[in-house]
């Protein structure tokens, strides 16, 4: 347990069966903030606190398109959706629950070459088209947010 001042508030930091909590206690006064941060970890201990670790990168592919596609939804055009939805079966397929903070360039390029080797399923085209596999990984930038510094362009 760690009780500091940042700024006018106190945070907190504390783990419970292992899992780490950093919160803002939202108060000046150093007695109030040691009230506080126990009832926060009393609200750990019975499950009404969620993690601050369990964030997006760490959810499975599928789930994760599914939830961004789900968030897009409202605002856009059905045949958009549509398009979206199509676009993120073949990448669901591939990475299945490898969670998103595994994913690395490498593993999007072994994507590209295995979805370059397959066959369109509508058309006599020897491969699939350069702007299909694009619009798929773009998706995959789509999702998981990708951070500043992580250089990336796969394109074909």
């Known amino acids: 347990m760690s009780l500091w001042k940042r700024g ?3 945070w907190t930091d504390f783990s419970v069966n ?3 909590y950093r919160l803002p206690l939202h ?3 150093g007695r109030e903030a040691k009230r506080l941060e126990k ?3 009393a609200d750990a ?3 009404k606190l969620a993690p601050s670790s369990l964030n997006f990168a760490r959810l499975g592919f599928t789930e994760a398109s599914d939830r961004y596609l789900e968030e897009r939804r409202h605002g856009l055009a059905r045949y958009i959706i549509r398009t979206e939805q199509e676009r993120s079966r073949n990448p669901k397929a591939y990475f299945g629950q490898t ?3 595994r994913l690395t360039a490498d593993s999007l390029r072994e994507y590209i070459v ?3 080797q397959q066959k369109p399923l509508r058309g006599d085209a020897p491969e699939i088209s350069n702007r299909t596999v694009n619009m798929e990984v773009a998706l995959f930038a ?3 947010n990708v951070p500043s510094g992580f250089t990336f362009s796969p394109t074909i």
């Open 8 to 10: 006018d508030w106190y």
């Open 18 to 20: 292992g899992t780490r």
């Open 27 to 29: 108060t000046q006064d």
């Open 39 to 41: 009832e926060k970890i």
């Open 45 to 47: 201990q019975t499950g």
């Open 99 to 101: 969670p998103l903070n």
């Open 114 to 116: 295995w979805r370059k």
């Open 142 to 144: 789509d999702c998981s």
